[in-house]
T-cell receptor
Framework: GAGVSQTPSNKVTEKGKYVELRCDPI?????LYWYRQSLGQGPEFLIY????????DSGLPNDRFFAVRPEGSVSTLKIQRTERGDSAVYLC?????????????FGQGTRLTVV | AQTVTQSQPEMSVQEAETVTLSCTYD???????LFWYKQPPSRQMILVIR??????QNATENRFSVNFQKAAKSFSLKISDSQLGDAAMYFC??????????FGTGTRLKVLA
């Protein structure tokens, strides 16, 4: 597709379950970012991939959160033992290359609700 | 650590009028970029305008312009001739050496017909 695609659009899960959120970046984009946006807040950085490797995972809140990008394209954010506090919109963005000026293109996010 | 502050949770503007959204930031870096993003109800963040810290000239994109005051660490967005389609959340963002965006808490803009 032409833009960043995130699936599912919405996900409701029970506390304690495992979830996977998928991001399909724009074709050819080497940089990929995950952000978390809680209600009424701005997006908060989680992790940044350059190619297949996580260049910066300093924003992951704890070891229940993990992300992969095995072939340097699609990325999956994985959350184990979900908690109600994990409820948020998870945004993915990609850019052609890393850089201060390079525009990052965002997907429409996955709204995760933990009940 | 860098921070971005948006002190206006909500702003209203009459259609065709001008509105200014405020943003301040804090950083010790000298090379960075500042951005304004728009987030409509669809949740997708859309780039409105960007400014390089080294450029003294304020960026302009059609009806959108910024007032960048580097010494004051201020970066406000001016929207001229406001349109109903401008209604959205607006986020100010900083991007420095780590390449990740640091966002403010946002300003909800309402456009009144």
């Amino acid at each position: 597709g032409a833009g960043v695609s995130q699936t599912p659009s919405n996900k409701v899960t029970e506390k304690g379950k495992y979830v996977e959120l998928r991001c399909d970046p724009i074709s050819g984009h080497t940089a990929l970012y995950w952000y978390r946006q809680s209600l009424g807040q701005g997006p908060e950085f989680l992790i940044y991939f350059q190619g297949t490797g996580a260049a910066d995972d300093s924003g992951l809140p704890n070891d229940r959160f993990f992300a992969v990008r095995p072939e340097g394209s699609v990325s999956t954010l994985k959350i184990q033992r979900t908690e109600r506090g994990d409820s948020a919109v998870y945004l993915c963005a990609s850019s052609p290359e890393p850089g201060r000026n390079t525009e990052a293109f965002f997907g429409q996010g996955t709204r995760l609700t933990v009940v | 650590a860098q921070t971005v502050t948006q002190s206006q949770p909500e702003m209203s503007v009459q259609e065709a009028e001008t509105v200014t959204l405020s943003c301040t930031y804090d950083t010790s870096e000298s090379d960075y970029y500042l951005f304004w993003y728009k987030q409509p109800p669809s949740r997708q963040m859309i780039l409105v305008i960007r400014q390089e810290a080294y450029k003294q000239q304020n960026a302009t994109e059609n009806r959108f312009s910024v007032n960048f005051q580097k010494a004051a660490k201020s970066f406000s967005l001016k929207i001229s001739d406001s349109q109903l389609g401008d209604a959205a959340m607006y986020f100010c963002a900083y991007r420095g050496g780590t390449y990740k965006y640091i966002f403010g808490t946002g300003t909800r803009l309402k456009v009144l017909a």
